[in-house]
């Protein structure tokens, strides 16, 4: 007989895991954080050409990184959470990371038919494109960093939106989809710098990405997508870029 004891990390959709990680006012400023972000990102959106970009990569490392010291020093650990609470999942044998991974190429499917259709409905986004470009790496060096703050926005970034603020939400609404749609509403509100396409595009693409943290109960799964993306695109756009084709 199987033991029904053994403690599980607490899971999204669980009825009885709706206790919030973090108090009201934790929250409330983390969202007045991430709004006021967006609004210093779209206010230096004009003179980034000017800034070299691996400092600009760097920033948005250390940027994040204090972000999650933030929901874990002042929002977590006073609760005696951990990281791995809101991460959810668990790799005890390479099977597990295989799954996973799977997982995240069939999902990275999905986004790239997803955002293929909003190209088609929403047409060009010259605000985003010039965002994106001008972000994009030229050199070794700079491809490097590029990447490397890929692979910390895809654990930051999932921990952060579909893990805490998703879980917050959930916990005061009841709701998991009222949870899924708030967190991917501040999320896309957080890249108004790309312009309201940019923006509407990406609050759907976060709400994919809370679907599939409810529907795998872990986290895991989206920050391997969210990593691989994000640097497969900072590696082929730059390469464009280089050889003239961008």
């Known amino acids: 007989m199987s033991d029904t004891t053994t403690a599980q990390p607490p899971q999204l959709s669980s009825p009885t895991e709706r206790d919030a990680v973090a108090p009201l006012w934790h929250t409330i400023i983390f969202v007045a954080l991430i ?3 967006s609004s210093v990102q779209a206010a230096r959106l004009p003179a980034l050409e000017a ?3 691996t400092e600009i990569y760097l920033s948005g490392m250390a940027l994040e990184v204090v972000l999650v010291l933030y929901v874990w020093l002042l929002g977590l650990r006073p609760r005696h959470r951990r ?7 668990k790799w005890s044998r390479p099977a597990d990371v295989l799954q996973d991974i799977a997982v995240a190429l069939l999902f990275w499917c999905v986004v790239i038919g997803f955002l293929v259709t909003m190209h088609l409905i929403l047409g060009n986004n010259a605000t985003a494109t010039r965002a994106i470009t001008m972000l994009l790496p030229r050199t070794a060096v700079e491809m490097i960093a590029f990447v ?3 692979v910390t926005a895809g654990f930051c970034e999932e921990f952060l939106f579909r893990g805490y603020l998703q879980r917050q939400f959930f916990a005061w ?8 749609v708030l ?9 108004l710098y790309q312009g309201w396409k940019g923006a509407l595009t990406i609050t759907l693409y ?18 391997i997508q969210h990593m691989m993306q994000d640097s497969f695109t900072g590696i082929v756009g730059g390469l464009l870029i280089k050889h003239g084709r961008l």
Do not use: C, Y
Request: positive net charge; glycine residues 18%.
């Open 148 to 150: 490397t703050l890929s």
């Open 183 to 191: 967190q991917a509403l501040i999320f896309g509100i957080g890249h």
């Open 35 to 37: 709004l006021g972000l």
């Open 83 to 89: 990281l791995i609470d809101l991460i959810g999942g």
């Open 173 to 180: 609404s009841g709701s998991v989809e009222v949870a899924v």
């Open 51 to 53: 800034h070299d970009r």
């Open 206 to 223: 976060g709400a994919l990405f809370g679907i599939l943290a409810v529907m795998r109960k872990s986290l895991r799964p989206g920050m």
